[in-house]
């Protein structure tokens, strides 16, 4: 019903007083769309119509028929929109399908293009803020135990007693329980000794205030260097997030660097970096990054195909629709941004 009350809400901005068939039809349309968009290929798509990325005609049109095949009159012109639907079935994979990378893409995305539902970047943040929580512990669990002189009561006298079969299913029934009960706590310890064993590995690599890619102490890392590098190796130390604060492990990892700007653009960014380090992430993280929606790595990656400073700017531009000398950010974000386009990499 809230997912109902989003998509009403959002479309009434696209289309003035929309008749209850124009919106039932978009819901069924909707939830086709889900149907359609399940694996990680199609929700990059997503990304793209509801950020107006660049995308192939072929692959809008696969969006539009999921509408237009229910309703003949569909506008397949008409942007806002598509936009708005392509919203509306994001948030309705990461709600209900919990989908955890759409919200880390849009914590991306939404630095850099416009977002047309507020309501969705705001499901992004709880979904993240809902991941990254402490579990509870686990809790203790008891097994049934079987019958005592269960044998006695199954035979008498060297044959099967009447009440055998009963006893026999009874039995069976709490053996196949109790299985299941040791193997989904044998899963879920092993999934907490994961966890902790990243914890570890996180709080190591913080308390040693040491960068591993640059093989030094971090007072002697500049911060924009830090900026970039420090998010991958974070990155480096988990297989997904999980419950650490990456962005205050971030920010009190750049104070310990050399203190050189307090802003810096993306293309400013990009180009401090030198050519041994943007390499070594590339290698990392460097597959299919305009497919996966990473415009920071992507920039990393198009820099790699030129000799001189800037010389990448066109080239990206072009891909992006971004024109790095105007997106500018603290050092700290910059690195939670790169963080959470390692994860993405990761994930997908």
Request: aromatic share 8%; net charge negative; glycine share 2%.
């Amino acid at each position: 019903m809230e997912l109902e009350k989003l998509f009403v809400k959002s479309y009434k901005r696209v289309c003035i007083n929309p008749s209850e068939e124009q919106i039932s039809s978009r819901l069924e349309g909707i939830n086709a769309a889900k149907e359609a968009y399940s694996n990680a290929e199609k929700i990059a798509e997503l990304l793209k119509i509801y950020y107006k990325l660049v995308l192939s005609k072929e692959k809008k049109d696969e969006f539009v028929e999921c509408f237009y095949s229910i309703d003949r009159t569909f506008d397949e012109q008409n942007e806002e929109e598509i936009c708005i639907l392509a919203g509306c079935v994001l948030a309705t994979i990461l709600q209900e399908d919990e989908e955890i990378s759409i919200a880390y893409s849009i914590k991306v995305l939404d630095e850099f293009f416009d977002s047309p539902i507020k309501e969705l970047s705001d499901m992004a943040n709880k979904a993240i803020i809902e991941q990254t929580k402490e579990s509870e512990p686990l809790s203790k669990f008891t097994l049934d135990n079987l019958k005592n002189g269960l044998e006695k009561e199954l035979v008498e006298e060297g044959s099967f007693s009447s009440t055998a079969p009963d006893n026999i299913a009874e039995s069976l029934k709490k053996i196949r329980t109790n299985f299941t009960k040791i193997v989904n706590y044998s899963n879920s310890l092993r999934e907490e000794n994961c966890k902790c064993q990243e914890k570890i590995q996180v709080l190591s690599w913080i308390v040693g205030e040491w960068s591993n890619l640059f093989k030094k102490p971090l007072f002697e890392v500049k911060d924009v260097e830090g900026a970039m590098v420090l998010g991958v190796e974070l990155a480096d130390l988990v297989d997904a997030p999980g419950p650490l604060s990456a962005e205050a492990f971030l920010c009190k990892m750049i104070t310990k660097c050399e203190k050189t700007v307090e802003e810096i653009t993306l293309t400013d960014l990009i180009d401090y970096q030198t050519e041994e380090i943007r390499r070594t992430i590339i290698e990392k993280y460097g597959e299919n990054l305009i497919e996966k929606n990473l415009p920071i790595l992507s920039a990393l990656n198009i820099s790699l195909t030129v000799d001189e400073k800037r010389e990448w700017l066109p080239a990206y531009k072009k891909a992006w629709k971004i024109n790095p000398d105007e997106i500018k950010f603290s050092v700290s974000k910059w690195s939670k941004l790169i963080y959470f386009e390692c994860i993405i990499s990761k994930l997908i």
